[in-house]
């Protein structure tokens, strides 16, 4: 079992900045795969951004150089840094973990993000 817990999210305005954070606990595995997703009202849960445990990327084309992914391995913690926000960008933020080649599949809570003036 992993525990995903998130923090960092809040209120900015449009062009300001957030740092997310998603801090892990429990089962460690080797090689996983740990992401970023939101969901605003009335649409479906997005990729915003992953991270292997070999730091290789990727992320939705909505927030490509805008965000960063990166992880705090002293920490076991997964970090999104937000940049030049968009009103667009307002959602719950979701922390996902999953294990290639099984059924292990994690979520956090979630974390609130608006950007609004």
């Known amino acids: 079992q992993v525990q995903l817990v998130e923090s960092g999210g809040g209120l900015v305005q449009p062009g300001g900045s957030l740092r997310l954070s998603c801090a892990a606990s429990?089962?460690?595995?080797?090689?996983?795969?740990s992401g970023w997703y939101r969901q605003a009202p009335g649409k479906q849960r997005e990729l915003v951004a992953t991270?292997?445990?070999?730091?290789?990327?990727n992320y939705g084309d909505s927030v490509k150089g805008r965000f960063t992914i990166s992880r705090d391995n002293t920490k076991n913690t997964v970090i999104l840094q937000m940049n030049s926000l968009k009103p667009e960008d307002t959602a719950v933020y979701y922390c996902?973990?999953?294990?290639?080649?099984?059924?292990?599949?994690?979520w956090g809570q979630g974390t609130q993000v608006t950007v609004s003036s």
């Open positions: 996902n973990r999953v294990v290639p080649g099984t059924s292990q599949n994690y």
């Open positions: 429990g089962a460690i595995f080797r090689f996983y795969v």
């Open positions: 991270i292997t445990s070999l730091d290789t990327t």
